[in-house]
């Protein structure tokens, strides 16, 4: 044991002597590391030292430039004072003398301004007029003769001229000249399909204008138009336009001019009969196949009844003979068949030929019937389907148009007329056939009453 510590003892010194030496050094190292810190913080301080001396040179210099810049804007602003100010005074001087100048003109034009008013107002009425009428195709400088007038109307510098006056009173006797007159002249017309081409025209007054071939032409935005209709009756306008000059000739005058045009624009909008039943479409359709058939089988029926009825009247006079070829001879014939049985037996024979005949003399009658009672209820399905369409084209496009709403309506109403009008003649069809087929069943049943009867004595 003693032997150990003499061993370590010095292994021990030499350990705390090494970490004395390791201590040391580091203290060293650490106080040069904070002499170096404080020498960069300084060398710091002074960069930042001499870039805040070179901040405040600029701002100082950039200020001195700013003041410079607000100086000759004040300048500026005084000067723009100055000529607003001396404008205002050259306004209100400028306004004194135009009202003194208007009162001179005023006192000097006396009773003339009032000349002129109606002079203006005559003018205007002229060129609103010009501007619609046939007659300014064949005077087109009128336009420019009126707006020239208006113009030194409304001027306050420059007065019409005597012959300007005149000029207008020259329009004025012109418009009602030739609202009596029919004339041939040149103008371009656009057709149908959008060309214009110079034809000859023919004015009727300020009613209506016709091409060469007597169809009618309307005016919109001063360029006639061919109608893309044109009315039935127009072999009389063709007639009327080929007619020589001075003889007279028939011709229809829409009065209302053909700027408004009213009249002929409803006669050429309304549709023809076959349009009419184009809009009751597929049901429609339907309706009309049902009321043609219905038609055909009443007719046919009335014509076989009537030929029945013929033969029936031809056996009446030879009872004795009984024919194949008539209801009454085949129930003659079985009566013959039966004169040897008794009475119940003879009657329900009878009968039961009778019974044999109402198929071939009530046929088709239901049909009619049936017929009669559904056409309506197509109409009013074809009118409830055209109500739904206009609906919802409501919805789509709005209520703002009532001409396009009502026009469907009456689209929608077209079923319903045909409807009626393929019911009432067919429930007429079967009212007459129903009572042909019920006179001839009741002479079969007359005649055999009758045989029943004389059988009934015979035996008694």
């Known amino acids: 044991m003693h ?45 930042d030292r001499k870039e805040n001396q070179a901040r405040e040179q600029r701002f100082l210099a950039e200020k001195s430039e700013r003041q410079s810049i607000l100086r000759d804007m004040q300048n500026a602003l005084k000067q723009q004072e100055a000529i607003s100010t001396q404008l205002e005074q050259s306004f209100e001087k400028n306004d004194k003398n135009i009202i003194e100048a208007e009162a001179r003109l005023k006192q000097r034009m006396g009773s003339l301004s009032e000349l002129f008013g109606h002079l203006s107002s005559a003018a205007a009425d002229a060129q609103a007029q010009s501007a619609v009428s046939l007659i300014s195709l064949h005077y087109p400088e009128r336009q420019a003769q009126l707006q020239t007038l208006l113009s030194l109307s409304a001027s306050s510098a420059e007065l019409p001229s005597i012959d300007q006056i005149q000029q207008l009173f020259v329009i004025l006797q012109q418009e009602l000249i030739e609202q009596g007159r029919t004339v041939n002249f040149t103008a371009g017309v656009s057709g149908v399909d959008g060309v214009t081409v110079d034809q000859t025209v023919t004015r009727v007054g300020n009613f209506n204008a016709l091409d060469a071939n007597g169809q009618y032409l309307s005016l919109k935005d001063g360029q006639l138009q061919l109608l893309a209709r044109q009315p039935a009756a127009v072999s009389i306008a063709r007639d009327f336009v080929a007619m020589p000059s001075g003889q007279l000739a028939a011709f229809a005058i829409d009065p209302t001019g053909p700027s408004g045009g009213s009249l002929l624009a409803a006669l050429i909008n309304t549709p023809s009969m076959v349009e009419r039943w184009r809009q009751g479409g597929v049901v429609g359709v339907v309706i009309s196949v049902l009321g043609l058939v219905a038609l055909l089988l009443g007719v046919w029926r009335l014509v076989v009844l009537a030929g029945v009825a013929s033969r029936v009247q031809r056996q009446l006079k030879q009872i004795d003979s009984p024919a194949d070829d008539n209801p009454l001879g085949r129930v003659l014939a079985k009566a013959a068949d039966c004169q040897g049985l008794d009475l119940e037996t003879l009657e329900l024979k009878i009968n039961e030929a009778i019974i044999r005949e109402i198929p071939a003399l009530q046929r088709f009658e239901s049909f009619l019937k049936i017929s009669a009672a559904i056409a309506p209820l197509l109409g009013l399905l074809g009118t409830v389907v055209g109500m739904i369409l206009t609906f919802q084209a409501i919805t789509i496009y709005g ?8 026009g469907g309506i009456s689209s929608a109403l077209v079923t319903t007329v045909l409807g009626l009008i393929v019911a009432i003649p067919t429930l007429l069809m079967h009212s007459f056939v129903s009572s042909r ?18 059988f009934n004595e015979a035996k008694s």
């Open 399 to 406: 209520a703002g148009d009532p001409q396009a709403m009502a």
């Open 437 to 454: 087929s019920a006179q001839q069943l009741h002479i079969l049943e007359e005649q055999a009453a009758g045989i029943v009867a004389e």
């Open 3 to 47: 032997h150990l510590k003499k061993l370590f003892r010095p292994s021990l010194v030499l350990l705390l002597s090494v970490s004395t030496i390791v201590s040391v050094g580091h203290a060293e190292e650490s106080a040069k590391s904070m002499q170096q810190l404080l020498r960069q913080l300084e060398s710091q301080r002074y960069s």
